[in-house]
């Protein structure tokens, strides 16, 4: 099923546009894609009024993560390989 897109105008700063097309480069992705991307991910989270510093919420997320990992390999060894497993296999069916 083809998307219909509208086009609208709008303006970004100049360090705004390298860093979108930064990022599309390396998603292999256009510039427009990018846009719609960070629309869909940003727009909900400021209807819920969900203000995110990305860096400090991906500082947590790795740290507890880290920390979850050391605690499962020296308390549940043979559990280990398992979780990882789990874990990729739920990141590709639901985040894909």
């Known amino acids: 099923m083809a998307s219909t897109y509208k086009g609208i105008g709008v303006g970004f ?17 256009t510039r427009a894609e990018a846009i719609r991307t ?15 510093n990305g860096q400090r919420a991906l500082t ?3 740290h ?15 559990d280990s390989e398992e979780l990882v497993r789990a874990a990729m296999r739920n990141v590709r069916e639901h985040h894909a």
């Not at 599309?24 to 992705?29: E, K, N, S, T």
């Not at 960070?38 to 995110?52: E, H």
């Not at 507890?64 to 043979?78: F, G, H, I, K, W």
């Open 38 to 52: 960070s629309v869909n991910i940003g727009l909900p989270m400021l209807k819920l009024g969900i203000a995110l």
């Open 13 to 29: 700063s100049s360090d705004a546009i390298e860093a979108l097309d930064a990022y599309a480069a390396a998603q292999g992705i």
């Open 60 to 62: 947590i997320l790795e």
């Open 64 to 78: 507890t993560q880290l920390a979850l990992s050391l605690l499962v390999e020296r308390q549940y060894p043979e």
